[in-house]
């Protein structure tokens, strides 16, 4: 396996940032891509077969096309805008771990346009093997693949307690809450969801903590009461033990304990709208909300927000240019550079 080489910050000693690196999870653009995206991503997993034909059959329901590539590529645009607006003249290139663009390819094209030192910003809030190490990984095989004249990489912190990420998200729950009546406004039960990950994986990050924070902080800055965290979009064999409570279980749950009418879900563990959420939310979810009776609203994701756009600009500027580190609540700034062992995943810890 490729480990991840991590390097400090810059510093007025050395070589200045010369690009941005944008790096996501990719998706298939056509009917024929899914097939081949899903074997990229289920590549070494244990994960049954009849399961990726499965989550294919939730592709071809929108026309086999993801739409997280334009969504990162409607980013780009507006962060090229943002960095125009202020003056950082660094070229922006798009990477993907799974689909094309694939980060090997955007690393040689970056060697060929001169690169040597770019920043990256990982389409992930929240620290944890898939979200943040698994990248590093993938970004040190494409840089072996280039070879020695690739690009240095360095990423930017997580951002799940920046305050312009709460701002972001408490107007996009806010929003959503405006979609209930103003008499059944305080009585709503807003949910915050994320992709479940093994409990084997949470055991060594602060996966679990981290969503949990950015639900809190969302919820205070709107006196929001009513709330909770439940986990969405699992896989793997079912005697693998996996974040719980799954949103479908507490919308069952929540039903059968009184005469609740309304319900907000915050895909707060998202960043733009793409398969996990049109599919099991705004499919899979709504569908049990009617059948249980139950007002379901879904409050938009990120996307290309403009604070959070702003956010990310900020995060650029705190290594180029020494800018503020902010945060907001328990936990302070993230780290810049991860600790050797930081989001390690031990796959196969028996079910407890």
């Not at 929001?224 to 919308?251: M, T």
């Amino acid at each position: 396996m490729n480990q991840p080489r991590d390097v400090p910050p810059a510093d007025d000693s050395r070589e200045s940032y010369d690009a941005l690196l944008v790096v996501s999870f990719g998706g298939p653009e056509s009917q024929d891509d899914v097939i081949p995206f899903l074997e990229n991503v289920l590549r070494g997993k244990n994960v049954p077969r009849e399961r990726m034909f499965e989550v294919a059959e939730h592709y071809r329901h929108f026309g086999g096309k993801s739409p997280l590539n334009d969504q990162n590529r409607e980013l780009i645009a507006a962060l090229e805008a943002e960095f125009k607006q202020y003056g950082i003249s660094l070229p922006i290139y798009f990477g993907n771990r799974n689909w094309h663009p694939l980060l090997a390819d955007t690393l040689e094209q970056m060697q060929r346009d001169g690169v040597r030192r770019a920043l990256a910003y990982f389409t992930s809030a929240y620290s944890s093997y898939s979200g943040c190490r698994q990248y590093r990984e993938n970004i040190a095989a494409a840089q072996e693949q280039v070879g020695a004249s690739a690009p240095r990489i360095e990423k930017l912190r997580m951002f799940y307690n920046h305050p312009l990420f709460v701002e972001a998200q408490s107007e996009r729950v806010a929003g959503a809450l405006a979609g209930i009546p103003a008499e059944r406004r305080e009585a709503a039960q807003v949910i915050y969801t994320a992709h479940s990950i093994p409990n084997a994986m949470a055991d060594n990050c602060n996966y679990a903590q981290q969503v949990a924070e950015t639900a809190r902080l969302v919820s205070n800055a709107l006196s929001i009461r009513n709330w909770r965290v439940a986990y969405q979009s699992r896989s793997g064999p079912p005697q693998q033990p996996w974040l719980e409570p799954d949103v479908l279980d507490v919308l069952r749950e929540l039903k059968a304990a009184g005469d609740l009418q309304d319900v907000v879900i915050v895909p707060s563990g998202f960043l733009s709208d793409h398969m996990e959420v049109l599919f099991d939310l705004d499919t899979e979810a709504k569908d049990l909300a009617a059948e249980l009776g139950l007002n379901l609203v879904r409050a938009g994701t990120v996307g290309s927000h403009p604070k959070f756009v702003t956010m990310i600009r900020e995060l650029v500027e705190e290594r180029i240019a020494g800018g503020p580190r902010l945060a907001i609540g328990e936990f302070g700034p993230s780290h810049d550079v991860c600790p050797v062992d930081c989001c390690l995943y031990t796959p196969g810890r028996p079910k407890s």
